[in-house]
């Protein structure tokens, strides 16, 4: 196991953060959705990160031929998605085995979908179900509620589906699955969730639009006839992953931080909003929009922050919550986050394992059923525990730069953001051990 000692770090940087990780969600999704596409798609800036490389190893696994020339990754479907010869193996990526799960219900085959020991304890039944709903042949752990789980490729039913859950992955797998159906199908959530499936499956050419029923949006998804136009796209930077940086030029004295070229879609720049509520000067600059909008993102210290109260929007939020729970602890005030039960079913259960580490830094923190009640003080130096969850390890890595702070168990970091520690070098000391 290794541990990633953090130093207390000198007052005022200006860090220009042009090698931020590509974005995870939009290369997931490259590699997926390329194997619907009628030739070969090209990809630049793709995140080779473990989740991602496993996403794109499976669709290897399912027929597609992936070669890499100066910076280009190439990914050449095959004429028809084949049987494995072995299971597929997701790794750590809820993103990766959720969308395979859609994706492989309507195809013809058996197809084995498998993870590391934190995805095999997270709840499946989410998408299982109502896969299995519309004649997915889908069995598993606990009644298909966690990996392994085995899919029996089929043609799968016309549905109309409104998703108690607010969630990307959920969405995805649904619209996947609508594109092999026998009819029109129709998919409803409360709160728009991250919409990159929706943006890049129209810009491939799939029909999928949102319609009015009954006064309510829906999104209506019409059957695939021909394989999609491939994918010709620069994946930007990630947004979340540019936000630890946000948060430590936010917490720290005469500092700031440009984060370049990532997308700015509305879905996955909450937090930065969240941020600037709270005191913090925050700036947009959209440099282009073609599959998203991309562009810059300035932050700047501009005094102690203030507390703030989350309920809102928690879709847009899930992943960088923890991060955010950094700049609540050390604002003026208490903060709440409500309505956020979702953190207890990622990559670890992010209410329990936050405030836990929050405490172990002398931070006044409860825990709620659905989210975390912070009153702001004074880190201090202590150790903490990532759970195994990239987000908590890097959230509390910026911790570390108040206080000082070490962390056990940091190898999750390589799943999203394998340069993390070396941009946080500029700010900080840190030492890698075991």
Not at 229 to 242: E, N, Q
Request: proline share 4%; net charge neutral; aromatic share 6%.
């Amino acid at each position: 196991m290794k541990i990633a000692t953090i130093k207390r770090a000198k007052e005022g940087f200006d860090l220009v953060c042009d090698d931020i990780a590509a974005d995870k969600s939009i290369s997931h999704r490259c590699a997926i959705f390329s194997l619907l596409a009628d030739s070969s798609s090209k990809i630049k800036n793709f995140l080779k990160a473990e989740d991602t490389l496993a996403s794109l190893e499976i669709a290897k696994a399912l027929g597609a031929k992936v070669k890499e020339e100066d910076g280009v990754i190439t990914i050449t479907p095959p004429r028809k998605i084949k049987e494995p010869f072995d299971i597929l193996d997701c790794q750590n990526a809820g993103t990766a085995i959720r969308l395979y799960m859609g994706l492989l219900s309507g195809v013809e085959g058996s197809f084995v979908l498998t993870g590391d020991k934190y995805l095999k304890n997270r709840p499946m039944k989410r998408v299982s179900k109502p896969l299995q709903d519309i004649g997915a042949k889908i069995d598993g752990r606990e009644f298909a509620n966690k990996a392994p789980l085995h899919i029996r490729g089929s043609k799968l039913k016309a549905f109309k589906y409104r998703s108690p859950i607010d969630s990307a992955q959920v969405k995805s797998a649904l619209i996947l699955a609508a594109l092999n159906a026998d009819d029109k199908s129709y998919y409803k959530e409360n709160l728009l969730s991250r919409d990159h499936t929706e943006r890049m499956l129209r810009g491939m050419g799939a029909k999928v639009k949102n319609v009015t029923i009954d006064n309510e949006d829906w999104i209506e998804i019409t059957p695939l006839n021909e394989p999609l136009k491939p994918l010709d796209i620069r994946v930007p930077a990630d947004p979340s992953s540019g936000f630890f940086f946000a948060v430590a030029a936010a917490i720290t004295p005469d500092s700031k931080v440009l984060i370049k070229d990532v997308t700015l879609n509305k879905t996955r720049v909450e937090a930065y909003k969240i941020l600037k509520q709270m005191g913090a000067d925050v700036e947009f600059i959209e440099k282009e929009n073609i599959y998203e909008p991309i562009g810059d993102i300035k932050v700047k210290y501009s005094g102690k922050l203030k507390g703030v109260e989350v309920s809102k929007n928690i879709a847009w939020l899930i992943d960088e919550l923890p991060a955010l729970s950094i700049a609540m602890a050390v604002a003026n005030g208490v903060s709440r986050v409500r309505n956020a039960k979702e953190l207890r079913v990622k990559e670890s259960d992010r209410i329990s394992c936050v405030v836990e580490n929050l405490r172990a830094l002398g931070i006044e923190a409860r825990e709620f059923e659905d989210g975390y009640e912070i009153r702001g003080g004074e880190f201090r130096g202590g150790e903490v525990d990532s759970c195994g969850d990239h987000r908590v390890a890097m959230s509390f890595a910026i911790a570390g730069i108040l206080s000082g702070v070490k962390i056990k168990d940091i190898e999750c970091v390589d799943t999203s953001f394998p340069n993390f520690f070396e941009i946080l070098k500029n700010i900080s000391e840190v030492e890698i051990g075991d």
